[in-house]
Structures are given as C-alpha cells and as structure tokens.
T-cell receptor, first 116, second 116 residues
C-alpha cells in the first residue's frame, strides 16, 4: 500500500530536549515536504526537498532542521524545542520532476507535538 | 506573490442539501489548484485538482470545483451533502515560484458541519 509514515504520532516533551520526527514514503517520490498545522492558520510549509541532498526553507523554517540522505526518508529535527513549536505536523510527498506544481501531495497521518 | 483565501471558516448544511465552499486565490503564474479534505485525526486526502485543462473539475465522493480565472475563484460544490462529508476542507494553490521550484500555499480551512 502506498503510504507516508510518520513517527511518533504523539509526543509530549520538555523545552530544550532534542527530538526527531521521522517520515518515510514507499512510493519512490522525489519531492518531500514538512508542514505544521495550527488552528486558524491552515498548513504552513517548514522545509521541502526536491530530491536527495536537496533541501530548502519553506515559510516557517526557524527552529527546525531537515536532512535527505535517502530518497524515502525525510526526518524533521527540533534541536532545542520551545513551546511555540507545539503543533500538529504533517509530512507529505509527491512524484517530483517535471511540473512539480501540478502534482498532488500524499500526506502522512500527522504527529502531534506538545512542548512543555 | 501567492495567496489563498477561504471565505468561510465554518459552513453548516443539512444532510441532502447542496454544499458550497468558497476559495479565492492569487498567483503571478498560471497556478495549479487543489482541494484537500481532512477528517479528524487523519492526514489530508486529495479531493480534486485543476491543472489548466478543463475548468470544471470532478473529484471523488461527488465533489466538483470550477476554475474561474476572471473571478480568481475555485469554489468547491456538491449537490447533496452526506453525513460522511463532515470534515475540514483546504484549498491549495501551487505554482513554479520565483526560483522555478514548487511554491505551495494552503488556505486556512473550512470546517463543514452536516446536520442530520
């Protein structure tokens, strides 16, 4: 089954304790992206990756890091989490190449992070 | 610049009556437009997309949307609401962006309530 898998689904942690949210897709997609969803704000893009070793900032990258060492994985790293990063996070992927803007994205089920 | 405005944060309809969820957009390019649906505790699922072909786009579950360039609108409709349609809906605009890479902007979402 084609899917985007995020782990963990839920996490409560404390300020300053480094954490990583993993994202893996099994569709051989080139394009992957991270979003955060906050009430009344919709989804905002944090980082995206056009392909392996190619990443770039989205609209709200501050406080986050990503890496893309393999095509299937795109982890999101919070080096020193703070309470304002409490949010619902989604990883997404699409085929990539060509007109990327035409391609729908496949989303994971989300990771709910609470930073105390 | 790219933006999306979903004109209603909440819409309430009775089961069996028509649904109209409104979306206006702006883009400096010829954009692609999408509607996604999000059920509680789930990721986003593609309903339909417009990519410069037919202006009336049919999607899953009986939804359709019409691209109107003169009005910069992409409203989502369904002739008859079903209880299972209760969810949050996101309008999304995607274009090549300044650097030729995909720029994606989500609307803030419309929560659809269906009354039995």
């Amino acid at each position: 089954e084609a899917q985007v898998t995020q782990n963990p689904r839920y996490l409560i942690t404390v300020t300053g304790k480094k954490l990583t949210v993993t994202c893996s897709q099994n569709m051989n997609h080139e394009y992957m992206s991270w979003y955060r969803q906050d009430p009344g704000l919709g989804l905002r893009q944090i980082y995206y990756s056009m392909n392996v070793e190619v990443t770039d900032k989205g609209d709200v990258p501050e406080g986050y890091k990503v890496s893309r060492k393999e095509k299937r994985n795109f982890p999101l790293i919070l080096e020193s989490p703070s309470p304002n990063q409490t949010s619902l996070y989604f990883c997404a992927s699409s085929l990539g190449g060509g007109r990327v803007e035409d391609q729908p994205q496949h989303f994971g089920d989300g990771t709910r992070l609470s930073i105390l | 610049a790219q933006s999306v405005t979903q004109l209603d944060s909440h819409v309430s309809v009775s089961e069996g009556t028509p649904v109209l969820l409104r979306c206006n957009y702006s883009s400096s390019y010829s954009p692609s437009l999408f509607w996604y649906v999000q059920h509680p505790n789930k990721g986003l699922q593609l309903l339909l997309k417009y990519t410069s072909a037919a202006t009336l786009v049919k999607g899953i579950n009986g939804f359709e949307a019409e691209f109107k360039k003169s009005e910069t609108s992409f409203h989502l409709t369904k002739p008859s609401a079903h209880m299972s349609d209760a969810a949050e809906y996101f309008c999304v605009v995607s274009d090549p962006g300044l650097g030729g890479y995909q720029k994606v902007t989500f609307g803030t979402g419309t929560k659809l309530q269906v009354i039995p």
